[in-house]
């Protein structure tokens, strides 16, 4: 998936969420062709999250879209597609019945919002990510740094040469919110 994912023309800048130019054009070799939404919220964490979002989401497999908030509160696709949305309550969320069953992609992008708006490094280290040794990284792991803020990034390919040395094709998002590039 990663691998063939469609990437914007060669020497495509990268956009903020704004759709101005990020200041530093000279560290990326590439822009993927992620959606990004207009306000300041799709940044690292949540560029990795929509990213295996839109895999799971594209292969049918719905039912796996889950990710947890700050706080561990898990947000399932599965329940949010089923008309449930997410209230606070003395900042503690709960589900809420609010609308009928709808599994279309607009509603696919506000859930992913709500992910963006809510999860983070922190929630990802802590609670979706487990540890890997630097020999079986593949695509689709993540280096992590979790906090406030931390910053992730994304394994999208490796290469490994005759001596057993690898290479890692390596995919972010940044603050603020902008488009997801190697």
Request: hydrophobic share 35%; charged share 25%.
């Amino acid at each position: 998936f990663l691998r063939n994912y469609p990437l914007k023309e060669w020497n495509s800048p990268v956009l903020l969420y704004n759709e101005k130019q990020k200041a530093n054009q000279n560290v990326h070799i590439g822009v993927f062709e992620l959606p990004i939404e207009k306000e300041d919220l799709q940044q690292c964490a949540d560029s990795i999250m929509r990213m295996y979002a839109e895999y799971f989401w594209s292969s049918g497999q719905h039912d796996r879209i889950m990710f947890h908030l700050s706080d561990g509160f898990e947000l399932s696709y599965s329940k949010w597609r089923e008309g449930y949305r997410v209230g606070f309550e003395n900042d503690k969320p709960y589900w809420y019945k609010k609308t009928d069953y709808d599994d279309s992609y607009e509603t696919f992008v506000k859930y992913m919002r709500i992910v963006f708006a809510y999860a983070g490094t922190a929630s990802m280290e802590a609670l979706e990510t487990r540890e890997t040794r630097m020999e079986q990284l593949k695509p689709g792991d993540v280096f992590i740094k979790g906090g406030s803020p931390g910053h992730v990034v994304m394994v999208v390919d490796v290469c490994e040469n005759e001596e057993g040395k690898k290479a890692f094709l390596l995919a972010q998002g940044y603050m603020p919110a902008q488009e997801f590039h190697l």
